[in-house]
């Protein structure tokens, strides 16, 4: 079973199409709402106020909401690891478009190309579930009992490619999320530091 895990907050105008654009390539879809500590909330409400968590419910997503927040984007992401034995956690945005179709070799992680502007960049979006996996330290490192999971050496699949549009969201989001993100990616520099990843 391949799970789409689509985190979410404030998206009612992008994440109908990020879901669209798995449906038929995916047996379950899971949505993860809500703000986390460091992102400045939208009318001080850490849940989405606008229609993204109903537009994901009318399309047949679980979701997995939040009245208080989370602490930071990486309780957030480990909201989302719900699977079990044979399963893969597909990771997208929610304003992103899947193209291709998704088909897992046999090593446990795979890198998706990643389109940015103009630049195609693989990174690690599919990955199976294992015992003990969970992100620790930054929002795009995963262990699997305390085995650090970096994806640097995960093939590339050659099927699918992810689109990306952040660069449509209004000026407002886009300083939210960078505050927030230089915020994060220092945090996660220090991690890698302290355990010797590059």
Partial sequence: MIIACINVYQ???????????????????????????GFEQYNFKPYSTDRT???????????????????DQVEKRNAYLVGGDGDWYFMIDADERLNGELKPREEDSHRIQCQFRKSLIPMMRLFRHQDGIKYVGGHNILSVNNRIMTGDESP?????????????????????????????????????????LP
């Fill in 11 to 37: 998206d009612e105008r992008f994440v109908k199409n990020a879901i669209i654009s798995v449906l038929d390539k995916v047996d379950r879809i899971v949505v993860v709402d809500g703000a986390y500590e």
């Fill in 53 to 71: 968590v109903a537009i994901a419910e009318n399309l047949g997503c679980e979701v997995i909401e939040t009245r208080w927040g989370w602490k």
């Fill in 156 to 196: 590339i699949l050659k099927d699918c490619w992810i689109e990306h549009f952040t660069d449509l969201r209004g000026e407002d989001r886009k300083r939210r999320k960078n505050q927030y993100y230089g915020y994060q990616y220092q945090i996660e520099r220090e991690f890698r530091e302290e355990n010797g």
